[in-house]
């Protein structure tokens, strides 16, 4: 896998442990990811450095013998009594930085692009080698395993290595070959069986070739010692960038092969939740549904009040004036039991948003009822809670869930309510605009002619004949009369229309209400919210899994 695709993988792993989770199982994991997500980026960071090849394995195996070899100088403390070495010794080319902790560093201007480090024992008695060496393994880029025929069977070493698997090249070296049989095969066998891939494999003496090169004792066979010299010197060098990167990806992998295994299965187990809370919210909905049938859609004269509202806003003209007093009148008493009934919050519900009196009557009574339709929900709330925690969610208490819960129902309600509203001031505009300005006429004229006629009548005798006929001296009392006759039929027809469009509206309005609670999800929406983030979680997971692996 290139630099770049790696570096891409490494953000997106990064912004994936950067987020936080409302569920368990991920949350748990998040540090470790970051954690790894920040030692891979510093790893890209060194894919320029030179390769840094750790010989690795049991106490006596001859890593520190091999290493003086490689040097051709004693720059590693050896010997038969162990453990012997006791600071690991780095031994690498002019103008690294020398971070490796605690170490003797040894500069050679023989080395090229490669780092050699001979580190403690694994097998050593005393512990805190083990921890030193884990820590030079973390930076080792290949590990140069060293066995000997009697320790090639060593748990302790491949329980070291086994974490770091596909994420370092191995190299296999047989020491000792000058005194032991080959167990090559036996042993690259282990290693395959447990799924290591190892490509390179000698079986060497590295006293032989000490001695060789210092000119101080017997010399011998060196078995493969001179083609390990030549791979180390000439054909590893040059693989180091893809030896990097290959080592990079197989460590994503593991990160993402470890983080998935933890929540491994439980994306249908989520589901399951999902569908649990779902049915909650269906038994819910209905009983919300039902509620407010048999509250807020029944109560004609609410309804009637909220119309008669909007109409008397608008109303003018004589009998428009009549109205709006009669409207006052009428809803003198519910102006102070209403805060208390549904009336209130219908009122509230219906009246344009931001209107002056919007805060006014019953906003925080109506919550109050709303806050006393959703008591009833004690048991479903229990029951998601537990499934809730069961699956490894933080759960809240009933008061805060009812909070949560009278916020949805009121968001709800406004909602559905709101084209109820524009239908029932459109209505109203009609009512005022262009059905009083008619009754206006229908009094009007009729009261002109009675009272004009006989005026004019009276002047055009006058002028016709010069006579004087006196005009009926009652006809002022009979007008009046009659236009109190007319208006008050208008006022009554005009109180009916009210009436009747209100009550025509209540039964639109049960649709949409319906609509509102009914068959959509109520009252789990949060919680829901973040059971499918998880599952979303998830599928991210799985996504940056497909992208990573070696087949996609
Ligand atoms: N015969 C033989 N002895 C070796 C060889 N390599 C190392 N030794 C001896 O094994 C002992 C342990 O070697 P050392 O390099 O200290 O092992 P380390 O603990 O793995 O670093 C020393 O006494 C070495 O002389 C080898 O190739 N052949
Ligand atoms: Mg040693």
Redesign the pocket.
Known sequence: MPERDLSEVIDALERFAAAEDAWGPLEAGRPELRERAAWLRDQLGRVPSPLVAV?F??????????L?ALAGARI?????H????EEPTVYHPPGIPQDFGAARYVQSERLGDLVLV?TP?TDSIRTEHCARVEELLERADVVLF?VTQQKYKNEKSLALLRPLKNERKVVCIQ?????DADIRDDWLERLRSEGFRIDHCYR?????ALHRKLGDGPAGDEFEFGRLEEYLDHKLPPERRSIKEDNLAGAVRNTLDAAAAKVYGRDAELGELLCRLESLENGIGPVIFSELQDKLLSEGPAWVAAFGEAVSEGAFGLVGTLYRILHWLRMAPSRVIGKLSLAGLLQSSLRPSGSAEGGAPGVGSDDAYLRHVSERFTREHAEANAYLSRAGFDVVGFDEWQRDFVVELRGRLDERLGPVRERMARRARLMTRWLLPVLELLWFVPFLYTVGSPIVRYYWNLVRYGEIVLPETDFLARSAAMLGVVVLIELAAFAYLVRWSGRRLRARSRKDLAKAFVGSGFGFAKQRGEVERARERLEDLEALRRAVSPSG
């Open positions: 010989l394995g049991g106490t006596g195996t001859g890593k520190s013998t091999l003086n590693a403390e050896t010997g038969a162990r453990p012997t070495t001979d024992d060293c020491t000792r070959a000058d005194e060497i003496s590295a006293e032989h």
